[in-house]
């Protein structure tokens, strides 16, 4: 099926575990991000890439790390995980670099540090 | 910098009532305007968009119409349905760098009761 496939669904992590969160879209679009989703929030930018060896940080992007190899996948690494980054993490993708096109989101990674 | 305001929720109406989630947004470019809807433990799906003044978007019965003079873009629908109840997010896409920023709000629940 075509669209934003994220894993894993659900992760539990310990103070200072490091992880990846992966992402990935099959509709060749050449912008993605990455998101985090706290209660009252709404959606902050973690980073996002407009293409294949390029990224930039977003507004929050502190303790993550991401990398754009291919087209396709868009991986988010916790380098030392903390409580603070207890979230729900949506990777989007949009087919336009300018203003009119829309994202398409994956189904998130619930993660929790414990 | 650009920002959303969405109103405060939860919005609890009754089935076949009239819907109004209001918005305004604060932006120094020519934004286009979005929708999106999140449906309990998925991700966010593109309801409607507009991408330049009084352009109306509507979809599956919702409508907003994007007001360049009052900087509003309200999400109305006719006759909600249960099935309507989810967070609905209105967002902004700007152009920064010479890329696409979106900035979203932070959500407003709609609960629709039989």
């Known amino acids: 099926n075509a669209g934003v496939t994220q894993t894993p669904k659900f992760q539990v992590l310990k103070t200072g575990q490091s992880m990846t969160l992966q992402c990935a879209q099959d509709m060749n679009h050449e912008y993605m991000s990455w998101y985090r989703q706290d209660p009252g929030m709404g959606l902050r930018l973690i980073h996002y890439?407009?293409?294949?060896?390029?990224?930039d940080q977003g507004e929050v992007p502190n303790g993550y790390n991401v990398s754009r190899s291919t087209t396709e996948d868009f991986p988010l690494r916790l380098l030392s995980a903390a409580p603070s980054q207890t979230s729900v993490y949506f990777c989007?993708?949009?087919?336009?670099?300018?203003?009119?096109?829309?994202?398409?989101f994956g189904s998130g990674t619930r993660l929790t540090v414990v | 910098g650009d920002s959303v305001t969405q109103m405060e929720g939860p919005v609890t109406l009754s089935e076949e009532a009239f819907l109004t989630i209001n918005c305004t947004y604060t932006a120094t470019g020519y934004p286009s305007l979005f929708w999106y809807v999140q449906y309990p433990g998925e991700g966010l799906q593109l309801l409607l968009k507009a991408t330049k003044a009084d352009d109306k978007g509507s979809n599956k019965g919702f409508e907003a119409t994007y007001r360049k003079e009052t900087t509003s873009f309200h999400l109305e629908k006719g006759s909600v349905q249960v099935s309507d109840s989810a967070v609905y997010f209105c967002a902004l896409s700007d152009l920064r760098g010479g890329y696409q920023k979106v900035t979203f709000g932070t959500g407003t629940k709609l609960q629709v009761i039989p």
């Open positions: 989007a993708s949009s087919y336009s670099m300018g203003t009119d096109g829309g994202y398409t």
């Open positions: 890439s407009v293409g294949a060896g390029i990224t």
